[in-house]
Nanobody, 124 residues
Framework: QLQASGGGLVQAGGSLRLSCAASGRTDTIYARGWFRRAPGKEREVVAT????????HYADSVKGRFTISRDNSKNTVYLQMNILKPEDTAVYYC???????????????????WGQGTQVTVSS
């Protein structure tokens, strides 16, 4: 249902763009988000975006460096990551919600569909 791509190895200060393409019943997808899980840490929200794209939210740790966007004609959401830091190293997961009443959520249980995860490694 969700296929994430774009991860890789980058030096600190560099950039990466993640993509997450949805397939199947895309008409039931509303808010979307990116989460990440670093080694030894719990999964945390990175950014969320409403169906229209007009409402976005970011974790404090990535504000000003990451940008979430979506192209509904391609059923794809993106995460542009700039000025990457070693602490951004994690497996990144995209998620999609079927809840039409939210514009985004920090809670994983609000998302019905999950991508397989893509590794982002930032070297110092």
């Amino acid at each position: 249902q969700l296929q994430a791509s774009g991860g890789g190895l980058v030096q600190a200060g560099g950039s990466l763009r993640l993509s997450c393409a949805a397939s199947g019943r895309t008409d039931t997808i509303y808010a979307r988000g990116w989460f990440r899980r670093a080694p030894g840490k719990e999964r945390e929200v990175v950014a969320t975006i409403s169906r229209s794209g007009n409402t976005t939210h970011y974790a404090d740790s990535v504000k000003g460096r990451f940008t979430i966007s979506r192209d509904n004609s391609k059923n794809t959401v993106y995460l542009q990551m700039n000025i990457l830091k070693p602490e951004d190293t994690a497996v990144y997961y995209c998620a999609a919600s079927r809840n039409r009443f939210i514009t985004g959520s920090n809670y994983p249980n609000q998302y019905r569909y999950w991508g397989q995860g893509t590794q982002v490694t930032v070297s110092s």
